[in-house]
């Protein structure tokens, strides 16, 4: 290992929590390098849905939020001890970030978008902020394909990038969705210079728009994002400070040099079934996770730990109800398709293996994951469940990968799929028999559901009875949007797991993002933000967007630490 390079700082990881760390260094005269593992940069963040929870962030103006408001908030849902002094640096800096990202050029919209605990004092429904779409040519044609980019699931036909305006009119099947389809899949054949260069659509949306901007200002400050580039190890000096790191390209070991610093965002450990075995105190499955197969290892926090480093909330991940189908024209390997929103239709329930229901479906995902890992510890019978819905439901909407019927109508779909990953009967009898739940406990829930369907009123978990799950329900139906009886033959199941977007838990940090020891100090030259880090909210996912506000508003205070440190801050 001859070939030593040196920078003011290394940064591991391209994820949103590693570009505005080299954003902001580079802003205050300092000299990051990114360094990534992965052949594309841009991490989680990318194929996120890219929103960023921000309380009290006033990109807008004064809309009423406070932080009194968004601490109220927290204190009402977070059920375990957290940093206090972490969590309110966040609330009182989330809107700083904001306003110096956008002061970056980088554009930001508040959306529409309710706390995922909407009854709770303190919730409100203009926290969530997006980037709008980006022009990924605008990253110059020698990068626009080096981004990673979005599932296939978050495209028209695995092909077409879709915005928030054009997915729920699809994803409802609204009146006009058809024209919608039709103007997406012409705009991106329409696009001819694109075409003759990449088969990418060039609208990045969602997380790939967020992160199109961020990467389009990194560029822009003359950072080099080094892909290929495995994290090995941290290197520390006689006195204990980080002072760089060990990498790898192609089995090629080398040393990079750190002159004020490392900060570890790569990502959580969601992948690395040892650690998952080690920490969650439930079964769990790497294959469940629906964020990008086999990249979150937890690389940063085993390294992390060798040098003394301290965790918290490993026990916690942001969960999301998945299920697995095979991926087209390719034997042998399956896809993770998220279940977010169609658990939580009408005309649908999910039981676990007792054939009862656990959860108020249309809770936000995180929610539904934890009622299922809070069900299975009680019964032993989840883990998975099921998500039984009838013909009315498999008309208009989807259960995970299994698309509507105007896009898989029954003769598509493969023959072994059936009794595998789906299951049809045209009784509920004959249904609970396939998928092995007590018959008579499946008839009186799907009995129950469908008198709850004619009040409006779900005296047992309140399903579409608050904002959050009307956001998402069908408005068309009436009086409850989320409620719909299940009596149309044939009536169908799919096995749902309780999948994952990354870890809660990691590195324990600082309101400043400095890694801490078992003693609770600060480790010299040490800094962690993202899932890399624990996150300052504990056991809850308080809206849409908690896992990137975070990410970016602790980079962010890194940055600016670091940058004192150095001598260098400009303000």
């Not at 929590?17 to 005269?29: E, I, K, P, V, Y």
């Not at 495995?230 to 090629?252: I, Y």
């Not at 942001?318 to 189908?325: E, K």
């Not at 998975?384 to 009838?390: G, K, L, R, S």
Request: a neutral charge; hydrophobic letters at 35%.
């Amino acid at each position: 290992m001859a070939e030593v390079e040196t920078y003011d700082v290394v940064v591991v990881g391209s994820g949103a929590a590693g570009a505005m760390t080299a954003l902001r260094l580079a802003d205050q005269g300092l000299k990051p390098l990114i360094i990534e593992k992965a052949q594309k940069f841009g991490g989680t963040s990318a194929v996120s849905g890219g929103v960023m929870w921000l309380p009290n962030h006033r990109l807008d103006g004064d809309a009423g939020d406070s932080r009194e408001s968004a601490l109220e908030y927290l204190d009402s849902i977070i059920t375990k001890p957290v940093n206090r002094e972490r969590l309110e640096t966040y609330v009182d800096t989330a809107s700083e970030m904001a306003h110096y990202l956008r002061s970056t050029g980088v554009e930001l919209i508040v959306a529409a978008w309710p706390d995922y605990e909407a009854l709770k004092p303190g919730a409100r429904t203009d926290r969530a902020v997006i980037a709008p779409i980006f022009d990924g040519r605008e990253l110059g044609d020698d990068r626009y394909d080096l981004m990673r980019e979005q599932f296939n699931r978050f495209k028209l036909f695995g092909r077409y990038s879709l915005d928030l305006s054009e997915m729920f009119p699809l994803m409802m099947q609204s009146k006009g969705w058809r024209q919608t389809a039709a103007k997406v899949i012409a705009r991106y054949w329409a696009d001819r210079s694109t075409r003759a260069i990449s088969a990418r659509d060039k609208r990045f949306v969602q997380g790939a728009a967020l992160m199109g901007r961020i990467y389009q200002q990194v560029f822009k400050r003359g950072v080099e994002v080094r892909l290929d580039t495995a994290f090995e190890q941290l290197l520390v000096d006689s006195g204990g400070r980080v002072t760089g790191v060990e990498v790898s390209n192609f089995g090629r070991k080398y040393q990079i040099n750190a002159r004020h610093g490392v900060m570890l965002a790569a990502g959580g450990f969601e992948w690395n079934q040892e650690l998952r075995d080690r920490f969650f105190p439930f079964p769990g499955l790497t294959r469940h996770s629906s964020s990008p197969e086999d990249a979150n290892r937890g690389e940063g926090l085993i390294a992390a730990e060798k040098i003394g480093a301290a965790t918290e909330h490993t026990e916690e991940g942001w969960f999301i109800p998945t299920m697995t189908l095979p991926a087209p024209g390719a034997s042998n390997f399956h896809e993770i398709h998220q279940a977010a929103f169609d658990v939580g239709r009408p005309w649908s329930v999910c039981v676990n293996r007792n054939g009862v229901r656990f959860v108020d479906e249309a809770c936000g995902y995180d929610q539904f994951g934890q009622g299922m890992i809070r069900d299975h510890k009680a019964r032993g019978a989840n883990l998975p469940c099921w998500h039984v819905f009838d013909t009315k439901f498999r008309r208009k909407f989807s259960s995970g990968g299994l698309m509507p019927l105007a896009h898989t109508p029954e003769r598509k779909i493969p023959k072994d799929w059936w009794g595998h990953y789906v299951f049809r009967d045209n009784t509920i009898e004959g249904l609970a028999k396939q998928i092995k739940v007590p018959v008579e406990a499946l008839q009186e829930t799907i009995r129950r559901n469908n008198e709850y369907s004619k009040t409006g009123i779900d005296p047992e978990f309140g399903k579409g009875m608050n904002i959050y799950d009307q956001f998402f329900g069908d408005p068309t139906v009436s009086p409850n949007p989320n409620l719909g009886p299940i009596d149309t033959a044939p009536y169908y199941a799919v096995p749902i797991n309780a999948g994952d977007l990354g870890t809660k838990g990691g590195l324990k940090c600082d309101a400043r993002a400095r890694v801490l020891d078992g003693s609770g100090n600060p480790i010299p030259g040490l800094y962690a933000a993202g899932n890399q880090a624990g996150t300052p909210f504990g056991n809850v996912y308080p809206g849409a967007g908690a896992t990137i506000g975070p990410a970016l508003t602790f980079a962010y205070l890194a940055a600016n630490d670091i940058a004192e440190r150095s001598g260098n801050q400009r303000g």
